[in-house]
Every structure is written in structure tokens, then in C-alpha cells.
């Protein structure tokens, strides 16, 4: 069985640096240069299948594989947290890949890859969020076919999107979308911010940082570059609004971060704590640092 | 503190590890080697390998070992193994004509140039377990046909459309092959793309989508024109020659599917065809490949698309089993950031219920 020797060299040093080859890297790049120059809009490219499954980030993989240097400082998280387990394995992956320096301060990073949250502590100018996204197309639910999705980006009719919230709100009040909270990009193209709650939707207007979105299994790439204007769809007599919690976190105090819930206890008691677990980590330090 | 999520590392670890060890199972019992799975379990090899895009039975057989059976885990194994292969270029097309067939049938005609090859074939087998293979024994050797190795096998299509009653392949085109595994899938996909999306697509999915047009959701009176099993040679034309070099020999199962057409106005009535064609001996796979694709040309012959195996967009963005099995399975990693957003609107929209209530309550108290 000849092919088994190859099998055996491949192992994990002789791939490639960050695992890609060097020709499907650029193709990325091509991909991000393009979305970036046009903001929100969804960039097809030639997605590689990868070794960890679709659903579990392949896409956010490949863009950061196609971008991240031997300088930088990689930061992975999953709803929030560094040390969730899709959030350390996909960090071991770059560790092994590209042996890059790996870090749980969004400070420090210079690139971030999440899925589901953007942190706590606000990004600053040079630093590159990498957006993990199940779902590229916005419209997705409200029309199945990317051929009629595809018309109505090109057209900028999203009435069909406007109708939906407009129909949340006769029937409950309130337009009811939780997260993946529909946005408008530089006043041109809807888009998805990926399933991340809506109390994360302002963080993404104005970010000094870089915001790239990829979807592996659909092989779709946008960006949204930074500065630039994001808009949470809503109504003139029903504004944007984003989730609050009566409760505090438990950890650190905090009364502005997104607040975890559990149940601690048969009897249903819950607990209130951070999602993002370095900035909860951070405040928790300079709380101890003030007390003694 | 109670932090559920604390210890990924470790867990992951200790979770590799009790992996590997299921995978082994009990150490009394002597361990599959690759070449027992390449020999006794050669069609679970065949669908890895016509699933997985990647003909190489070794890769096929240890993807399978270390999928401890799961075929659709083994298929995403080598997949991934191959998205990181070099590639040196399109092989020639493959000529059908020159296999040398193990197998070869059509229903549509009793005696076919070449001749009715029955081979080895699951169809006129009773269904009966063989109990005398739960112990071990030696085989004899089956008795072999003489191989003519330099024979043509004119296709029974080939026949049929010198009459001009079945429509002639498209025509070649000199380009390069699209390849669905480098460049996005656009819709509407050209027909290789969608051979290339079929034949990459899960069996089961086709199998349910091919058997819902026999019964009704978008039929198209198909009949096997032919179905051949059997080795071809794989000819390739490097870039510093102008020639071709036989490179190898690959097994492969090709379906030629007879379906029925009216006409339409510009085309005169005549039977069309559906194509399926898969690594190894994969009838099933093929002729669900073959029903598909017809039922895919819906549009092309001016037939209503009305069912989902007509819908090209429904077909090709479903077929594909790693993906669905991956996006299905996502399903299990932590969501409890966006659960907490669903929780926190659910909450608000119940106490305004609940405040309504109380209030319309109370109204009809002060009546």
C-alpha cells in the first residue's frame, strides 16, 4: 500500500505554516481585499475543507490562517469565554499549525478570533476581530435561494427584513430578535453579524479594529473595515435596544458586561457571571489590587 | 465557584485518549489491519473513496480503521487529508468505452453488443445469513472468465443515439474542468458541477431524492440504459510533453440512465439522458446519481420544476455530507451566550403578558 507512507510524512510538522498552502492563502487574501473594499458585502471564495468540522468555525479558521504572522498574538474564544472547549482547541490548532503565540488578553492580541461575542474591553486600531459565521446570508430565513438573495443585495431591498421586525412588533410589542440581530453596513449592504447577541450589535459601529466574517461551510467572506458606520435595523418609534440584567456579575460586579446565567443548584437558584472571562478576570484583579 | 466550563484543556485530552482506546476495543480480540478492510470491506472502501473525491484505497481503508466504521467520519478524514494534496493537473477524460468490464447490464436491450456480463452482483443473492461465515475457512477461488483487456464495449447511449433517438452528450469543451473542492459552488451550476456535487453527495440523500421521482415528485420514466463495472485507465497529459502516459488503472461504476421525453418546441421527441458515475462498485450510488441528474435537467428541457429533486438549489446545497453532518452536530457546542439573549427577551415579553393580564384583571374587578 504505497499510499500509507505519504499518510505518515504528513504529519503534523511538514504541513504548511498555519496548515494552508501558500496558494489557497492568497486566494483568501484576494477574497478579505475585496470585502473589505466593499463593505458587508458577502465575498463567495474557494473554501478548503479543513480538519475540524463545519459548524465549529472552519470558516473564522481559514481567514485567520490566511492572515496571521509569526508576530502575531492569537486570541480565540466561544461565547465570550478563552477556556470553553471548541474555543482551546481551535487555539491548540494555530499553536501546532503556526506556533503562534497565543494569548487570553483581548488587550495583548493582535488577532481575535470569536464566535458569538465580541469583547468586553473595546478593540483598539490594528487589532483584527475574526467573526466565525454559521449563516452568512441575513435574508436566509426570510428567503431559502441565494439566487434570489444574491438580487435582492444588488437591488438594496431589504423591505422583505423591515416587514419581518414590523410583524415582531404587532405580535409581541417589541421586535423580539435576540441575537444575529440584522445590521445595515455604511448605509449599502444588510448583514449578518453572526449569532452574536444583540447587546454586541453597537460594538460593531465605528470599531477602530478590523471586523472579517467567514463562513466556511457556505464559503462566503465580508468585513467590515474599521470606522466604519454599522447600523442596527429598527423603527423610528421603536428603536434599537440591547438586553439588561436586573443582577450584577457575581465574579466581578460588573453591571455593563453580558451576563452568563446558571443554575446552581436542584432548586433552580441561579448565577450571574461575565460571558467574557478575561475581562471579568481583569476586574476581578484590579478589584483584589484595590482592596489590599 | 461554581464555572462549569473551566478544565477544556484536560477534558479534551482525556477525551482523545478514551477515543483512541474505543477505537482499539477489547486487546483479546487481534487488530484490523488496513489490508483486511482494502479486501473484506472493499465497498465500504469504494464509498469513502467516491465520496471522499480521493482515490486511494490505503487512505480509504485507515480513514475507515480510525473512523472505527463510520463511513461519513472516514469520508470527512480523507477529505481533509486531500484538501492539502498538491494538485498536478486534470487527468484526460476517462474513455468508458475501454473498460474492461466485470459487469455490465441494460434493460433495455436484451442482448447488447459486448453482451449481458452478470459479475459479481448483491441482486439474485437470498437474503439469507450465512452462518458458515461466522467461523473462519478458506475460500476456493471463483471460476474466471477469459479478459480481453484490448476489447471495446461500445455503450448501449452510443447505439441508441446514432438513431438520434437518445440526445448526444453535451458537447466537450477544451476548457479546464471546474473543480467544486477549489472554486465556490454558483448557482444556477453548470452540469459537470453538478455531476461533481452529485457524485461527491451523500448516497443515502440521493438514494430518498431518486426514489422520490419514481414515485411521482418529478418522474421521468427512467430506464438502465446501462450500468458497467469495471477498470479504465487513467491517461495524463503533462505539461513539458504533448502527449499522454497512462498513469494508472482505477475502478469505477458508470450509469447510463434512458429517460422519457416528450419534445418540447424545438427539440423533437426522444429519450434524454441521466449520468451517474462513482469510484469502485457503487451501482446504488450511481443510479441515484443518474436519476438526480435527469431530474436536475428539468429546467434545461422545459419541464415544470416542481418537485425537490428538480430544484437545483435544494439538491446541491443539501447533498453534501460532511457539511450536514457537521452543521447538524454544531448544534452540540456551547450556544448558552445566544440562549441567555433568547432567555432575557422571553422573560421581558412573559411579564408584559403577565402585566397585561394583571391589569385587565383588575379592570373587570373595578366593573
Redesign the interface.
Known amino acids: 500500500m504505497p499510499g500509507l507512507q505519504d499518510a505518515s510524512s504528513q504529519d503534523s510538522g511538514t504541513y504548511n505554516y498555519a496548515y494552508l498552502d501558500e496558494q489557497t492563502k492568497r486566494m483568501i487574501r484576494r477574497a478579505i481585499l475585496k470585502a473589505v473594499a466593499v463593505p458587508g458585502y458577502q465575498v463567495p471564495f474557494g473554501g478548503r475543507e479543513m480538519p475540524l468540522p463545519y459548524g465549529w468555525g472552519t470558516g473564522g479558521i481559514q481567514v485567520t490562517a490566511a492572515i496571521i504572522g509569526r508576530d502575531d498574538i492569537l486570541k480565540v474564544i466561544d461565547q465570550g469565554a478563552d477556556d470553553t472547549t471548541n474555543a482551546v482547541s481551535i487555539r491548540r490548532f494555530f499553536a501546532k499549525v503556526a506556533g503562534v503565540a497565543t494569548t487570553t488578553r483581548t488587550e495583548v492580541a493582535t488577532v481575535i478570533q470569536t464566535r458569538h461575542r465580541v469583547p468586553e474591553t473595546p478593540l483598539k486600531e490594528g487589532q483584527i476581530l475574526v467573526l466565525q459565521v454559521p449563516i452568512p446570508e441575513p435574508l436566509r430565513m426570510l428567503e431559502p435561494r441565494e439566487t434570489e438573495t444574491r438580487t435582492l443585495h444588488a437591488l438594496s431591498e431589504y423591505g422583505v427584513m423591515q416587514v419581518s421586525l414590523y410583524e415582531n412588533i404587532a405580535r409581541y410589542g417589541r421586535i423580539s430578535k435576540a441575537y444575529n440581530y440584522p445590521v445595515l453596513v455604511n448605509g449599502r449592504y444588510m448583514m449578518s453579524p453572526s449569532p452574536i447577541p444583540k447587546f454586541d450589535n453597537p460594538k460593531l459601529d465605528r470599531n477602530p479594529a478590523l471586523q472579517l466574517y467567514g463562513a466556511g461551510r457556505e464559503k462566503r467572506i465580508y468585513a467590515v473595515p474599521p470606522h466604519t458606520p454599522v447600523k442596527s435595523l429598527d423603527f423610528d418609534d421603536h428603536p434599537f435596544e440591547i438586553e439588561a440584567w436586573s443582577e450584577c456579575c457575581a465574579l466581578c460586579g460588573s453591571k455593563q458586561s453580558f451576563l452568563d446565567e446558571m443554575i446552581v443548584d436542584d432548586n433552580g437558584k441561579r448565577l450571574f457571571i461575565c460571558s467574557d472571562t478575561d475581562y471579568c478576570q481583569e476586574r476581578q484583579q484590579t478589584r483584589q489590587k484595590g482592596e489590599s | 465557584?461554581?464555572?462549569?466550563?473551566?478544565?477544556?484543556?484536560t477534558?479534551?485530552a482525556n477525551s482523545l485518549e478514551l477515543l483512541a482506546d474505543k477505537r482499539r476495543g477489547s486487546r483479546d480480540v487481534a487488530e484490523l489491519s488496513?489490508?483486511q478492510i482494502?479486501q473484506q470491506l472493499s465497498l465500504a472502501v469504494d464509498r469513502v473513496m467516491t465520496e471522499g473525491s480521493c482515490y486511494?484505497?490505503?487512505?480509504a481503508?485507515?480513514a475507515i480503521k480510525q473512523a472505527r466504521g463510520d463511513l461519513i467520519e472516514a469520508i470527512?478524514l480523507l477529505?481533509?487529508?486531500?484538501?492539502?494534496l498538491?494538485r498536478f493537473g486534470d487527468s484526460r477524460p476517462l474513455d468508458s468505452t475501454r473498460m474492461v468490464v466485470e459487469r455490465r447490464i441494460s434493460s433495455t436491450f436484451k442482448d447488447v453488443p459486448g453482451g449481458q456480463v452478470l459479475g459479481p452482483t448483491y441482486d439474485y443473492t437470498h437474503r439469507l445469513l450465512d452462518f458458515s461465515l461466522a467461523a473462519a475457512g478458506e475460500r476456493p477461488d471463483a471460476p474466471a472468465a477469459p479478459v480481453d483487456a484490448a476489447q471495446v464495449m461500445p455503450r448501449v447511449g452510443d447505439i441508441l443515439e446514432r438513431e438520434s433517438l437518445l440526445e448526444p452528450p453535451p458537447a466537450q469543451s477544451d476548457d479546464r474542468a471546474e473543480d467544486i473542492?477549489?472554486?465556490?459552488?454558483?448557482?444556477?451550476a453548470s452540469r459537470p458541477a453538478r455531476l461533481q456535487n452529485l457524485a461527491r453527495g451523500d448516497e443515502g440523500f440521493l438514494l430518498a431524492l431518486g426514489y422520490s421521482t419514481q414515485r411521482g415528485y418529478g418522474n421521468n420514466h427512467p430506464f438502465v440504459g446501462e450500468i458497467r463495472y469495471g477498470h479504465v485507465p487513467i491517461a495524463f497529459v503533462p505539461e513539458e510533453l504533448d502527449f499522454e502516459i497512462e498513469i494508472a488503472e482505477i475502478d469505477v461504476t458508470e450509469c447510463d440512465m434512458v429517460n422519457q421525453f416528450a419534445g418540447s418546441h424545438n427539440v423533437p421527441p426522444q429519450f434524454t439522458r441521466g449520468y451517474g458515475l462513482a469510484f469502485g462498485h457503487a451501482e446504488r450510488k450511481a443510479m441515484a446519481v443518474a436519476l438526480v441528474d435527469r431530474a436536475l435537467r428539468a429546467g434545461e428541457l422545459s419541464e415544470a420544476v416542481s418537485s425537490p429533486a428538480q430544484d437545483e438549489?435544494f439538491v446541491l446545497?443539501h447533498s453534501d455530507n460532511?457539511?450536514a453532518?457537521?452543521?447538524?452536530?454544531?448544534l452540540k457546542?456551547?450556544?448558552?451566550?445566544?440562549f441567555?439573549?433568547?432567555?432575557?427577551?422571553l422573560r421581558?415579553?412573559r411579564a408584559?403578558v403577565d402585566e397585561r393580564n394583571r391589569r385587565a384583571a383588575l379592570d373587570r374587578a373595578a366593573e
Open positions: 465557584m461554581y464555572v462549569a466550563v473551566k478544565g477544556g484543556e477534558a479534551i488496513l489490508e482494502d486511494d484505497r490505503a487512505l481503508a485507515l470527512f477529505r481533509a487529508y486531500r484538501t492539502t498538491p473542492t477549489r472554486a465556490p459552488l454558483t448557482l444556477p438549489e446545497s460532511v457539511e453532518s457537521g452543521f447538524v452536530q454544531h457546542l456551547p450556544h448558552y451566550v445566544d441567555q439573549s433568547e432567555l432575557v427577551v421581558t415579553l408584559e
